[in-house]
C-alpha cells in the first residue's frame, strides 16, 4: 500500500543556503539530542502511570477495542437514521477534529444535498463561540423534534459549550417537554465535571436520557479526535476501523529510533532547527485540497496549544518512576512556533505574496493530495487550459509555489498523501501528533497542557462568579484590572 510521503528537500541547505536552510552537520549536531527526546518520550508513552498523569494516552488511541467500535458505529447509524439533523456542540479539541473529519471524510456539500450525504443527517456545529446570531438563526429554522444534539465537552465546565447546551436544551424541552434529555447525547469526563454529574441526575431520572460516552482518562483535548470524534464519525458515516488503522501504521512508522527514517522525527527536527537557528517562527500549513482546510485549523491549535509556552518544562521522577512535568518557572522562555492555516490554491491570490517577498520567519508546509474521489476536466480545444484535468492543475499549482518560494530561498516541505481517505486522514492526524510531541521533548516544554488557556476561562468564570477560581488568580485579577483610558478610543 502507498504511504504518505514528507518530502523536505526544500528544507535544506543545499537548495536555499545555508541562512535559510539547514545544513547536514546541524542535524548531526543534535543527533544525540534527538536520541535523548526519543529515548525519554519513549519511556513516558511506555509507562502507564506516566501516560495517565501527562495525558499521554493519546498513543494509544488507535488500539481501542474493536467491539466498543462497533457498537459506536452502530449507534451512529441509529441517529443517523433516526434525525433530520444533528446539532453537534463543543469547542478547542472538542470540536476542531469533528469539523476536519467531516471537511475531509464526507461528501463536499454535505449539509446542502440529500445524495451527497446518502440522507444521513445534516450537521450544525454550535458552542465554538458566542455568537448569538448563528445560534439564533438555527434555532429558528431547525424542527426540534428531528434533531438530535451530542455536547462534548471534557470538562463540563467551557462557558461556550455550557451556554449553548442551556439554550438548546431549552428549545428541546418547550418542543418535547420532559423527555426532551433523550435527545442530547453528552461526550464527557468518565468521573469529574459538572457535565458528568448532570448526566449522572438525568439518567436517575429517565435511563434514556443524556445517554453518553465516556472521555478516556489521560487524553487532552486536542490530541483526542479518536476518542471524543468517533460517534461523530459514525453519525456522518465514515468507517471508523480505517481512520484508526492509518493513525496505526502511521504511529508504527514513527515509532522508531532513527529519525532517518521516521517522517515525523524528521519533520519536527528540521522545523526545531529552522526556528531556534534561523529564525522561521511562522508555521504556515497549506493543502492543496479545499477539503483539508478544516485540517489545518485543527492542525493550529495543535501546533499552539502544544509548544507555545511561557516556561520550560520541568521534569521531576516520583517514587514508583513515573514522571510529573511542571513548570519552571525561574526560567522565562516564550517559545512556540505561530501557526497560521491557508489552503491552495485560494490563498496564492492572499497571503502567497507575502510568503515570497514578505519577511523570511516562515516555514510552509503544504500538503499534496494525488488522486482525487471525482475530477472535471476543462472543456474545449481553444484555450491553454483546455483538457487539463482540474487536479493535474492544481498539482501544476503547488509545483509553481514550490518554485517561487525556493527561488527566494524560503523553507517549504510538502507532504503527500495517496489521496484524503478515511485511512490516509487518520495517518496523517497521527503523522501531526507525534510530530508536534516530539517537537515538545525537542523544545523542552510540556506540550499537553495549555495554562494559556485556562487564563481567559478563569477571568470569565471569576467575573461571573463562579466558585471555585484559584485564590491567586481571583487576587491577580482584583489587582491588575484591564486599564482603558477613553483618549485612547477614537
Ligand atoms: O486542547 C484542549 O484541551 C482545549 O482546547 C479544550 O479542548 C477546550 O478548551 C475545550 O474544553 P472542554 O472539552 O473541557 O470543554
Not at 446539532?87 to 440529500?114: E, H, T, W
Not at 484590572?481 to 478610543?489: A, E, M, S, T
Request: a positive charge.
Amino acid at each position: 500500500m502507498t504511504e504518505i510521503k514528507f518530502d523536505f528537500n526544500n528544507m535544506l541547505s543545499e537548495n536555499l543556503g545555508t541562512s535559510n536552510g539547514v545544513e547536514a552537520n546541524e542535524i548531526t549536531e543534535i543527533a544525540p539530542i534527538v536520541q535523548n527526546a526519543h529515548a525519554h518520550l519513549e519511556k513516558v508513552l511506555n509507562d502507564t502511570n506516566s501516560r495517565l498523569r501527562l495525558s499521554l494516552e493519546w498513543i494509544r488511541l488507535p488500539y481501542q477495542d474493536e467491539s466498543e467500535i462497533k457498537k459506536i458505529q452502530k449507534l451512529g447509524n441509529e441517529i443517523a437514521a433516526k434525525y433530520d439533523a444533528v446539532i453537534s456542540l463543543g469547542i478547542g479539541g472538542s470540536y476542531l477534529g469533528l469539523k476536519a473529519a467531516q471537511d475531509a471524510l464526507v461528501s463536499p456539500y454535505y449539509n446542502d444535498f440529500a445524495k451527497a450525504r446518502k440522507n444521513r443527517p445534516r450537521i450544525y456545529f454550535e458552542g465554538n463561540n458566542l455568537d448569538p446570531d448563528t445560534l439564533s438563526v438555527l434555532l429558528k429554522n431547525l424542527s426540534p423534534k428531528k434533531t438530535f444534539v451530542v455536547v462534548i465537552s471534557k470538562s463540563g465546565e467551557t462557558s461556550e459549550t455550557k451556554a449553548t447546551l442551556l439554550s438548546v436544551e431549552n428549545w428541546l424541552k418547550k418542543a418535547l417537554g420532559k423527555k426532551y434529555g433523550r435527545q442530547i447525547f453528552a461526550i464527557t469526563d468518565p468521573d469529574g465535571g459538572s457535565l458528568r454529574k448532570r448526566v449522572e441526575s438525568e439518567q436517575k431520572g429517565d435511563p434514556l436520557s443524556f445517554r453518553n460516552l465516556p472521555l478516556l482518562k489521560g487524553v487532552g483535548g486536542r490530541f483526542s479526535e479518536f476518542n471524543m470524534g468517533l460517534l461523530h464519525l459514525a453519525i456522518i458515516g465514515v468507517n471508523i476501523k480505517e481512520v484508526l488503522a492509518g493513525a496505526k501504521d502511521m504511529g508504527d512508522r514513527c515509532a522508531i529510533s532513527d529519525y532517518a527514517k521516521n517522517p515525523a522525527y524528521m519533520y519536527a527536527i528540521l522545523h526545531h532547527i529552522l526556528y531556534t537557528k534561523k529564525g522561521k517562527s511562522l508555521a504556515i500549513m497549506m493543502p492543496f485540497s479545499e477539503t483539508l482546510k478544516s485540517t489545518a485549523d485543527w492542525y493550529v491549535q495543535l501546533l499552539a496549544e502544544s509548544l507555545g509556552k511561557k516556561y520550560p518544562r520541568k521534569v521531576e521522577v516520583l517514587n514508583n518512576g513515573s514522571e510529573e512535568w511542571l513548570r519552571d518557572k525561574t526560567k522565562l522562555v516564550n517559545v512556540g512556533r505561530t501557526p497560521l492555516p491557508c489552503r491552495g490554491t485560494n490563498d496564492l491570490h492572499s497571503i502567497q505574496q507575502n510568503n515570497v517577498e514578505g519577511e523570511n520567519n516562515k516555514v510552509v508546509t503544504f500538503i499534496r493530495v494525488d488522486k482525487f474521489r471525482n475530477e472535471v476536466k476543462v472543456p474545449g480545444k481553444g484555450d491553454i487550459l483546455s483538457g487539463k484535468s482540474f487536479s493535474q492543475l492544481l498539482r501544476l499549482a503547488q509545483e509553481a509555489t514550490e518554485w517561487a518560494l525556493v527561488r527566494d530561498s524560503r523553507p517549504n516541505c510538502t507532504i503527500i498523501m495517496p489521496e484524503v481517505s478515511a485511512y490516509y486522514w487518520g495517518a496523517l492526524l497521527f503523522f501531526f501528533e507525534i510530530a508536534t510531541a516530539f517537537e515538545g521533548e525537542l523544545l523542552n516544554v510540556n506540550a499537553f497542557d495549555q495554562p494559556g488557556v485556562e487564563g481567559y476561562k478563569n477571568y470569565m468564570y471569576y467575573k461571573l462568579g463562579k466558585p471555585g477560581v484559584p485564590q491567586d488568580i481571583a487576587q491577580e485579577i482584583k489587582d491588575n484590572p484591564l486599564q482603558k483610558n477613553p483618549k485612547l478610543i477614537l
